[in-house]
């Protein structure tokens, strides 16, 4: 099983709204990650947690505060989000060492932020 | 200077045909090479992994030179079905043990009927 799922699947909120994003994989992963991805554009890294510590923080803002509560959930907490920050949100996970490093990928947030 | 370059396409080719993708990277301490194919609208999902001896999988064929850090991916006999987006990606070793992926830019294929 390498699937990796998200919650919700869309989601619009205002700029004043306070949301959170979900990530789950049962794939033994230890390192779980957060991207973004604007339209025709490649998926821009924003954290890498790597057995349930933050490991990169991309400069992203303060309006994205990531969580790790276990090893097989990922979070993404939403916060005064500006109209910019619409984006196609991606989490994925893979094996942190001695193992394929492959990267997989569930299928996405869709953020509109009005 | 981009970490990893791929001709953007479009790329437009009828059914049947054999189409190839380029891609180098710059940082030559790169750890593991991929190619992901991205529908419009969908998650990135890996096509195959990419290593020194060369791969093939069906239709799909990669290859990789280090010494000139390069990739490529060859499409043969492509189906309507092939029609993506196709990213180049490589990987690298992030702090704290997490691998990091950088992604090119991608390339547009659609297979025209």
């Known amino acids: 099983d390498t699937e990796v799922t998200q919650t919700p699947k869309h989601l619009v909120m205002g700029m004043t709204n306070k949301k959170s994003l979900k990530c789950e994989q049962h794939?033994?992963?230890?390192?779980m990650y957060w991207y973004k991805q604007k339209a025709k554009k490649p998926p821009e890294l924003m954290f890498v947690y790597s057995y349930e510590k933050l490991s990169i923080n991309e400069s992203v803002p303060s309006r994205f505060s990531p969580e790790c509560p276990n090893s097989s959930l990922l979070n993404l907490h939403l916060h005064a989000l500006q109209p910019e920050d619409s984006a196609l949100y991606l989490c994925a996970s893979s094996q942190v060492s001695g193992g394929p490093d492959t990267q997989y990928f569930g299928p996405g947030t869709r953020l509109t932020v009005l | 200077r981009k970490e990893v370059e791929q001709d953007p396409g479009p790329f437009n080719v009828p059914e049947g045909a054999t189409v190839a993708f380029n891609c180098t990277y710059s940082n030559s301490a790169s750890q593991s090479f991929f190619w992901y194919r991205q529908d419009c609208r969908k998650e990135p999902k890996l096509l195959m992994s990419v290593y020194s001896s060369g791969n093939e999988d069906g239709r799909f064929t990669a290859q990789l030179n280090r010494a000139s850090q390069y990739i490529s991916l060859l499409i043969r006999d492509s189906k309507l079905s092939d029609s993506a987006t196709y990213l180049c990606v490589v990987n690298e070793l992030g702090s704290g043990s997490a691998r990091q992926l950088t992604f090119g830019s991608g390339t547009q294929l659609t297979v025209l009927p």
């Open positions: 794939m033994g992963h230890r390192a």
